[in-house]
């Protein structure tokens, strides 16, 4: 089993939409959690990180369940320049690496 | 502000040619990693290093080799390339754990290698 499941997508959707994808993790012991933003043939960057209460950053909203194993994330107001993979991290088995999913596509259209 | 950077950018190889990816950080950064990306798969940890001088195995070590003889540079190497190496290779630095668990991973731009 991956250590970190996500949705590839592609969520198609038009300018000002609202979308939300999670993603699951298998290592019941993962303390830190994140989403990273991937634009085409670029690194990955830091989007922001999730936190056991739910956090927002403007349009962006992060949830994280830990009983269930799922982290959210939840853009509103959808902007074409949202359009990238949103990679789903999560800390390893060890403290020294990161465990990456395969990422989602949006595609946010005019 | 250099960050992270990677060398060369783009590499065609043909079927066991060796070559070796240079991976360099101005940040004295601790930890050091090689991760590569393939369509539909996300970034497996190829190898990582927490010092200098030290290397350790990831998810998918096989037909790499690493070095960490300076603190700035994490060198990829690739004895006898294979089609199946064709990927996007991503260097990584971090301070340490702690900054890990803050997200603070930084990465460089991608080397694009194909191997024919």
């Known amino acids: 089993r991956k250590e970190v499941e996500q949705d590839p997508g592609p969520f198609n959707v038009p300018e000002g939409a609202t979308v939300a994808f999670n993603c699951t993790y298998s290592?019941?012991?993962?303390?830190?959690f994140f989403w990273y933003r991937q634009d085409c043939r670029k690194e990955p960057k830091l989007l922001m990180s999730?936190?056991?209460s739910g956090n927002e950053d403007g349009r962006f909203t992060a949830q994280l369940n830990r009983a269930s194993q799922y982290i959210s994330l939840l853009i509103r107001d959808s902007k074409l320049s949202d359009s990238a993979t949103y990679l789903c991290?999560?800390?390893?088995?060890?403290?020294?690496?990161?465990?990456f999913g395969a990422g989602t596509t949006v595609t946010v259209r005019a | 502000n250099a960050g992270v950077t990677q060398t060369p950018k783009f590499r065609v190889l043909k079927t066991g040619q060796s070559m070796t990816l240079l991976c360099a950080q101005d940040?004295?950064?601790?930890?050091m990693y090689w991760y590569r990306q393939d369509p539909g798969m996300g970034l497996r940890l190829i190898h990582y290093?927490?010092?200098?001088?030290?290397?350790a195995k990831g998810e998918v070590p096989d037909g790499y080799n690493v070095s960490r003889l300076k603190k700035q540079n994490f060198l990829l190497g690739l004895e006898s390339a294979a089609p199946s190496q064709t990927s996007v290779y991503f260097c990584?630095?971090?301070?340490?754990?702690?900054?890990?668990?803050?997200?603070?991973?930084?990465f460089g731009e991608g080397s694009r290698l194909t191997v024919l």
């Open positions: 290592n019941s012991a993962s303390q830190s």
């Open positions: 290093s927490v010092g200098e001088g030290t290397t």
């Open positions: 940040m004295n950064h601790e930890y």
């Open positions: 999730v936190y056991s």
């Open positions: 990584a630095s971090t301070q340490s754990p702690d900054a890990l668990n803050t997200g603070e991973l930084f």
């Open positions: 991290v999560v800390t390893g088995s060890n403290d020294y690496k990161l465990s």
